[in-house]
């Protein structure tokens, strides 16, 4: 098959590459022109344009965006629209918040233009030797594209979720509930690193990898992690989040679903971003007012 | 009525003031001499032996101690003891354990002395001017000197709570409702702080002191320290906790009560002590495993 | 002053009697026609329509509007507009919104109407006889009928708290608080319910009401609940929530920060309106498909 | 290898299949009789107490406990003291707290008996087809039954965790962790059974195994579970706890480690097993106070 992917970044290159194994023909647009080259050499068909990338792909065409959530989607989409025909195929395996997938897919639809809104899982590695793939849209659509699907997931790696919008949806869920799960491990490994005993870090993790009921990939992650710094002493325990943890929550919350568990995640990654809270100066403040507390000066 | 009081630390102090405005007669120990030579100066009669405070005292004596929770509860009751006659009372006044408490009571009755466990609330200023007591032990020991603590206390602030270990327990709740009242006035001015809108705090403070639903004491506190340092810039955010906290955690989690307000402001205290968590870079590392996500290097 | 009132209901009522006993002309409409009757009966001039109501004030027209929050504050606003003057002034008292107050706002400003949002807090009481109230909007509106706040607020019950929006955002934060004290206090007296003491619960409200750190109003209310019901025996614990606790999570969450008592105690509600989760059908589910473990039937 | 199996409950009957299958010779006591008739039509050797399973293994003897962690434990081995000789060895593979652990290891050192604690993971399946094992205790003691370790585990699946306690403690953190992802998990689906999509739930586990960052067994048995019972109708989602959750928590309380993921995990378990709060009531009563808010009669 042949595929137009718009975006080079991590994902979308070794998607690319993935897509190529498979035998498919993909030529590929990147906005920085050394990433094209790059693919170049690779095999992949360089497009330094998105006119030139349409005018590249023979009809019913299928275009893959994977770049950033957000504006840039939209910007893309407005930029693809005049070169398209009727029943191109958009597919957006980026991370984007699937009311927004719902939006575009119902504005695409009114200019007679298909969507597919694909949540990719599996990390770089997932991308480049076989992903998880959720995919939500019209169930025509993704029968006509359902091999390439097959072909970039793992076996049984794909599933077709329902109308617009599921595919990423269930992406964000799946995020939410990673959320949750890394938070829950990186609890364990607190508590383990505190106790009073003298503990291997990377054997835990590898025995609970073998036999466990905690097993699965964010474990053996957790074991190449220690295995590569012991005691993690090199970095700093910040974490960032990209948004579908929040998304996850504010779902919850609007549905009126107790979720406190995701919920406790994402709040220990803001305030793990902080260096200081101003909650804590109140309540500092305030003990120190009934109590004669002490404080801890600036 | 005859007094001694044992611990003249910030609490204790003011509150041998307290009883000596209302015409108590107050024999002090304390561990260091200058505070006792303090004292003296105050109306109050020093003691400088444990020895010499039971000497000085008439029976039915009355023994207050209001010395930090822990051992040094149990070293100054097993000090006490030689010198006191039947039915002596000692007064635990201090945050101890109530599980401590029923312990010593326990102890005690075996040897003939009789012990009340009371919790004290209000701060240096209550414990100056009129405290909250919640009275554990005897009943027929609380009638004994039901007036002392209707002294001690504002008006309707004393109440006994019953049997052994009652009034530490019921002033151990009263703080652990304390941490997450404190910790939910402390969210919503960081809610305040980092809105949209310029606000001050101090006089945001001051309105809902009067006549909203959160108006009460910690509000009033919330002024105070407004009024002193508009946005709190002199301290850290830095927030300790003494026990009483973690007990009434402890308590929820046997009781299997859900108690996730009160845990959380506990969590965010103590996270509140950390500079970098464990958990924070098991969480950064896994990031960087699966997606590349950028770390921040040490 | 001359005040146009809209809204009759519980909040309503109790203010244009508030007005009124402060000296206040109160012009009232409401859905219902029963409740104007009733108001007539009070010295309150009944407006059987919206036009009636504002034509039965005099310019500078005061207008409050005293109505749940959502779209029936639009619809009267919209209802109002033809009949209203140049800088006439639209005051919204109710628990809005504060990005739809902005909005509204901005809408009126256009038409050359003033508009304030004002925060009310105090419950009914409040409302009756003296409440808490927060005002947003342009200073010289404020400044316009600050005696109006003044009168109709507890001593010191009225601020100005900026620009548009801000009252309603003062509210909202106020009202999130509020959640988390609840839960606070909530929890506090389910481990005293739990507990192997046999407590008062209304006594020890009493007690915690006189010189305790957290004394205030809501434990003044739990005093009352308890004298009421000493063990809540005749009521179901399902708590409910109008929205201010949710959009200040959400507030929370968009502006990245941890907020986990809010937000526990608003999951806790929803928690409490649900018989059964599926969350935890899952987690029963999983024990079993791992440990055997028992699971209750349907 | 000869090894005295005390207790046939699910995991130890299991576990003595296992054992007999990798060539070791299993002699077991049970408290019911039937299970060790059962077990004896499978290869075990039936022993009807204590001292007939002491008198049929030859010295340096290994006996396995797999019974319910508590004062059984301690039972057993008081039974089993009078008939062991220097340097035999107990193993406890159930799920003992690590303190008993450390205690037991200490009182059975004084008699010359040596001690391991095993935690065992993996469930049912696991003992019976390759377990995850973590081995506390003195290393000889270790490396001398090392293979009996390797044979019962999957492979890779066992670690010697460190000295007394650690076995159990690596175990309990492990449950901790299983905890909070398994909340996680839920949190997810029902997020994903309220959403606006018609989901299924069977499909969706499905494709998380495979590719995704959260695959995993407990994602597996999600998907076992969904085709069982693809909507969960036939079950209630009440979520029993058995202990290492709590003790996990108490752990980071005491370490002083925030742990609000597994914490709220447990939490949630807790809120399944009541019908209705106290703390629910005392919310709905003050919302009544101070707003007349309805509230649900009993």
Redesign the interface.
């Known amino acids: 098959m042949e595929i137009g992917l718009i975006g080079l970044g991590?994902m979308g290159y070794n998607l690319a590459l993935n897509m190529r194994d498979k035998g498919h023909s993909v030529v590929a647009y990147n906005k920085t022109i050394d990433r094209i080259k790059e693919a170049e050499k690779e095999g992949i068909i360089g497009a330094y344009s998105i006119e030139e990338l349409v005018n590249k792909l023979k009809k019913r065409r299928v275009i893959w965006l994977m770049v950033p959530a957000g504006d840039v989607v939209d910007e893309i989409i407005d930029q693809l629209i005049p070169y398209l025909d009727e029943h191109d195929i958009i597919i957006d395996g980026g991370n984007s918040y699937y009311k927004d997938s719902i939006r575009r897919y119902n504005y695409l639809k009114e200019k007679g233009i298909d969507f597919l809104d694909v949540g990719t899982?599996?990390?770089?590695?997932?991308a480049r030797y076989?992903?998880?793939?959720?995919i939500g849209g019209d169930e025509e659509v993704f029968k006509y594209i359902k091999n390439l699907f097959k072909d970039i997931?793992?076996?049984?790696?794909?599933?077709y979720?329902?109308?617009a919008?599921?595919g990423h949806?269930?992406k964000m869920?799946?995020?939410?509930?990673?959320?949750?799960?890394?938070?829950?491990?990186?609890?364990?490994?607190?508590?383990?690193?505190?106790?009073q005993?003298?503990?291997d870090f990377k054997?835990?993790a590898?025995?609970?990898?073998?036999?466990?009921?905690?097993?699965?990939?964010?474990?053996e992650?957790?074991e190449?992690?220690f295995s590569k710094?012991p005691k993690?002493?090199?970095?700093?325990?910040?974490?960032?989040s990209s948004g579908e943890g929040?998304w996850?929550?504010?779902?919850?919350?609007s549905?009126?679903?107790?979720?406190?568990?995701?919920?406790?995640?994402?709040?220990?990654?803001?305030?793990?971003?902080m260096e200081?809270?101003?909650?804590?100066?109140?309540?500092?403040?305030?003990?120190?007012?009934?109590?004669?507390?002490?404080?801890?000066?600036?």
């Open positions: 991590r899982s599996g990390g770089i590695e997932g076989g992903a998880c793939t959720m997931s793992v076996e049984n790696g794909y599933l979720t329902g109308k919008g599921s949806f269930v869920v799946h995020n939410g509930i990673e959320y949750g799960m890394m938070q829950a491990i990186a609890e364990g490994f607190e508590i383990l690193e505190k106790s005993f003298d503990l054997e835990i590898r025995v609970w990898n073998n036999g466990s009921v905690i097993r699965g990939w964010l474990m992650l957790t190449k992690a710094d993690l002493e090199g970095i700093k325990g910040v974490m960032f929040l996850t929550v504010q779902e919850a919350l549905l009126k679903i107790p979720a406190p568990v995701i919920t406790d995640a994402l709040y220990m990654r803001y305030r793990s971003e200081d809270t101003f909650s804590g100066k109140v309540v500092a403040a305030l003990r120190n007012e009934f109590g004669g507390h002490e404080v801890v000066k600036k």
